[in-house]
């Protein structure tokens, strides 16, 4: 079974809009998933402009790959240097403990990922 930051299985961050590495509506990862995408977050306006800022416009459709865009509030899974690198910036958006990846461990520490979970 795939495990949660938690020690427990891992589950869905999304299925509208649907999300994941796979597009599996979880924030699966392996080896081909060079990014990580292990961060499940529910997105704010000023992690959108963040991102955008950074060069991965995450707000602009992309039908090419059934992408509608996303808005502040959707539940994404996010790569997790993309999240790490918001907390230093002080945007970090929410998280979903129980749908975050525990290879995000392998980056964020699991007590900032606590302290911003989703309440």
């Known amino acids: 079974m795939i495990k949660n930051i938690l ?7 999304s299925l509208n809009p649907i999300t994941g ?16 995408h292990t ?6 306006d000023e992690f959108l402009q963040f ?6 416009d995450l707000m602009a459709p992309r039908p090419e790959f059934n992408f509608t865009g996303l808005k502040p509030g959707d539940r994404w899974c996010l790569c997790a ?3 790490l690198e918001a907390l230093e910036e002080g945007i970090a958006p929410p ?4 749908a975050t990846h525990e290879k ?11 302290y911003h979970q989703l309440r």
């Open 7 to 13: 020690g427990k299985n891992l589950e869905v961050c």
């Open 21 to 36: 590495f796979t597009r599996s509506g979880c924030c699966e990862t392996g080896p081909e998933d060079l990014g990580q």
């Open 39 to 44: 961060v499940c977050a529910e997105v704010t």
């Open 51 to 56: 991102s955008k800022l950074q060069g991965n």
């Open 81 to 83: 240097s993309r999240w």
């Open 95 to 98: 998280v979903i403990l129980e």
């Open 104 to 114: 995000a461990l392998e980056i964020i520490n699991l007590a900032e990922l606590k």
